[in-house]
């Protein structure tokens, strides 16, 4: 049984109604599939770990991980990370440099340098601009977070199904980053609730021999 505790992130009718008259070929898929529903994982750390688990490998070999790493600690939380080294972190399938920033930033918590709780009353840019000063976290990982956080406005250029959603929403197969921030502005202040229905639509036309890998 998983020590780390789900829930669903949030949304209802104001914003699946904001979404739709704001951009109406976004409110048809809505209508088609429904509510969606989305896990998050409500403590911050346990989600950034996540995260970076995520990084560069595919979905379905980051969750093995996960799964490895919860084994291992059983609770994930900063002081029973503390309590082993890079190397045997490094045993649930991750790389060193992976195992080396998870490591890293569990002593920086533990240590009283690193608030995770306290960024809750940051705003996104000042979490992303905090937490990407670390080595090995980069902006798609404190987005990442940022969803977990069930922060409303992430739509991240950084996400390849995101992406590859949104080009198949529009039939647009070479999106460009000019009409990635376009479409992204429509779905303001909701962009959350956008993104989830973008990895809802590419998660339904994804080839099983197609590998999709995360930036940092």
Request: net charge positive; proline share 5%.
């Amino acid at each position: 049984m998983s020590a780390v505790k789900y829930k669903y992130f949030y949304y209802g009718m104001k914003e699946t109604a904001h979404l739709a008259a704001a951009d109406p070929v976004l409110g048809e898929a809505m209508v088609r599939l429904g509510h969606v529903k989305r896990e998050v994982i409500p403590d911050p750390f346990a989600a950034l770990i996540n995260g970076i688990i995520g990084q560069l490998i595919s979905t379905r070999a980051a969750k093995t991980v996960w799964e490895r790493m919860q084994e291992l600690l059983g609770e994930i939380t900063p002081k029973n990370l503390s309590g082993f080294t890079p190397e045997e972190v490094r045993q649930c399938g991750i790389t060193m440099k992976k195992s080396i920033c998870i490591c890293d930033l569990a002593k920086e918590i533990v240590e009283g340098n690193l608030c995770l709780d306290c960024l809750q009353k940051k705003p996104d840019s000042e979490i992303i601009r905090i937490l990407t000063n670390f080595k090995g976290i980069g902006p798609w990982t404190v987005q990442m977070l940022l969803i977990h956080m069930e922060r409303p406005d992430v739509v991240s250029f950084g996400d390849i199904a995101i992406r590859r959603g949104m080009e198949k929403l529009y039939g647009n197969p070479k999106l460009t980053k000019e009409q990635f921030d376009s479409y992204r502005s429509k779905y303001s202040p909701y962009g959350s609730v956008a993104s989830i229905y973008l990895w809802e639509l590419y998660s339904m036309s994804i080839e099983k021999k197609e590998v999709i890998k995360c930036p940092k």
